[in-house]
């Protein structure tokens, strides 16, 4: 069976550190991967996702960036953070090709910026 | 570009009373709509979805939702809920990799 990790599961960084943010999927090959981020009453926003290795998709422009050096690793990054990057980082993945597009998702990763 | 609005932030019910969760979706192609739900300390997972067919569908744990093309609705319902249905759902529709989340909505369910 499918299974996707995401780590850390906490951090605190201060503002201006850089950032990375790792997610792995196992048991399917080239599948679809996404990150989100969940902010307290605003749902889920998609900024990055990937169809490929190398592929990189950006649906917000910001200060974080994604990328995908293996089938099934995806990594979100940042140079210098922000106080407004803080919040819950979600990661997902789905059946490349598949006919209903659903989206699994990780435990996700709560980021505090002080 | 799609988006997705759920009418309720937070919903405070009693045991077995009965439940609908409101969304709403503008986007004019075909659509893949879904709900999720994320129970406390818990990953965020599926609890039905539409793509074609019977435009009533039924997921886990009793819940059910109506696809309604005409309204671009797709409400999620429950006829009794019971207090472990606290939780956080989200309304979602996707097109291809394109996929909107609602902001949520906080369900309580009093004992």
Known sequence: SQTIHQWPATLVQPVGSPL????????????????????????LQLLFYSVGIGQISSEV????????????????????????????????WSVPGGADNEQFFGPGTRLTVL | AQSVSQHNHHVILSEAASLE???????????NLFWYV?????????LLKYF????????????????????????LRKPSVQWSDTAEYFCAVNAIHDM???????????P
């Open chain 2, 38 to 46: 994320q129970y406390p300390g818990q990953h965020l997972q599926l």
């Open chain 2, 21 to 31: 969760l409101g969304c709403n979706y503008s986007y004019g192609g075909t659509v």
């Open chain 1, 20 to 43: 990375s943010l790792e997610c792995t999927v196992e048991g399917t090959s080239n599948p679809n991967l996404y990150w989100y981020r969940q902010a307290a009453g605003r749902g």
């Open chain 1, 61 to 92: 422009p910001q200060n974080l960036s994604a990328s995908r050096p293996q089938d099934r690793q995806f990594i979100l990054s940042s140079k210098k953070l922000l106080l407004s990057d803080s919040g819950f980082y979600l990661c997902a």
């Open chain 2, 52 to 75: 074609s067919g019977d435009p009533l569908v039924k997921g886990i744990k009793g819940f059910e939702a109506e696809f309604i093309k005409s309204k671009f609705s797709f409400n």
């Open chain 2, 100 to 110: 909107r989340f609602g902001a949520g909505t906080r369900l309580t369910v009093k």
